[in-house]
């Protein structure tokens, strides 16, 4: 490989994984491509799925809210993970025409082998380490190219809460067909299991020290913080977009969802297809008595978010107009708002 002359260096001074991500993408689409940069970074508490991806069929959302985990969708395609501040996060910025993975793969190879860990790329984007029961994950990555640029980001698990992983990355059991991007699921490993003396300041030392001799270059390390929103219009700007419901759950892909209860007052057999985090189509079956509710609720719960809230406010304007049978509607908005967290 040619040796750059100039290489940059960036780290994240917080742990907020809207601003680390809206960071990442600033780089992108603003750095000069010539320049090869590293940015290194962390989020805590986080479930961030891909681009493509639909948060009610990959993560529990219900069990997040309750616990404050927050969740973000980047901007490069993959699988869900889950992020806390055992896991250290890598992105490698080039011009698309000096752009090659197998390159960053060996600046994380490089940085892991000074902990004496030996670890090797495996299929298209992980990274394992070889073990007594075999290989195990301790790398997943994805990527994003446009006409003249590339980056490749991946997660490192260091010392990583590894039974977070089951308890948000698993859905509740829903009949939810969806046409996103399904995750897949591989035995992993935290990286102090192979050198117990493992930590994130150290490994970002050591991949900062192999980026610099992969390109024979020298860069101070510039950090980024909530000031530099203040500083750069074009990052707030992408910050906010990254917080937004709209971004997080708007921009999930077509998706179908059945449910059925029985209430004392009858069965309700419900369908809902819902697109860019909006129901856009509702069917309801029931041996109800009453007709007036099923088209009453059929035209309220159209065109809403895919959201308990919303939910409730629908079914509240049903409640309104049928006053007589309120409380068959409250248990019927209590249950159906539960079922679409």
Avoid at 5 to 34: C, Q, S, Y
Avoid at 138 to 160: N, V, Y
Avoid at 209 to 219: C, D, I
């Amino acid at each position: 490989m040619t040796t750059k002359t100039k290489i940059r260096i960036f780290m994240a001074d917080t742990f907020d994984p809207w601003f680390n991500l809206a960071t990442e993408d600033w780089l992108f689409r603003d750095m000069n491509p010539v320049v090869p940069t590293l940015f290194l970074w962390r989020n805590e508490n986080t479930v961030v799925i891909g681009r493509f991806q639909n948060p009610w069929t990959e993560c529990n959302v219900e069990k997040m809210e309750e616990d404050g985990i927050k969740l973000a969708r980047r901007q490069s395609g993959g699988g869900a993970v889950f992020h806390d501040l055992g896991n250290t996060n890598f992105t490698f910025l080039n011009a698309k025409e000096h752009y090659d993975k197998n390159t960053n793969n060996s600046i994380i190879i490089d940085a892991l082998s000074k902990f004496g860990i030996k670890c090797e790329a495996s299929g298209r984007n992980d990274m394992v380490v070889l073990t007594d029961e075999g290989e195990k994950k301790i790398s997943g990555s994805a990527f994003k190219e446009t006409k003249d640029r590339a980056f490749h980001h991946g997660t490192l698990l260091i010392d990583a809460d590894l039974t977070k992983l089951s308890k948000y990355l698993n859905p509740n059991k829903k009949k939810l067909e969806s046409k996103g991007i399904k995750s897949v699921r591989a035995r992993v490993t935290n990286l102090v299991q192979e050198n117990e003396m493992m930590n994130h300041d150290e490994l970002c030392q050591a991949i900062i020290e192999s980026f610099q001799s992969k390109y024979g270059a020298k860069a101070e390390v510039e950090h980024l913080s909530y000031e530099t929103l203040k500083e750069i219009p074009e990052l707030q700007e992408r910050y906010e977009k990254l917080k937004d419901w709209n971004w997080r759950f708007g921009e999930t892909p077509k998706f179908s969802h059945f449910m059925e209860e029985r209430f004392s007052w009858g069965t309700m057999e419900v369908h809902l297809d819902s697109h860019k985090g909006m129901i856009k189509q509702v069917k309801i079956y029931s041996d109800s008595l009453h007709p007036e509710m099923i088209e009453l609720l059929q035209q309220q719960l159209c065109d809403i978010a895919y959201d308990p809230k919303a939910v409730a406010k629908a079914v509240g304007l049903v409640m309104e107009e049928l006053p007589m049978i309120s409380d068959y509607l409250l248990e019927f908005s209590d249950w159906l708002s539960l079922q679409v967290k």
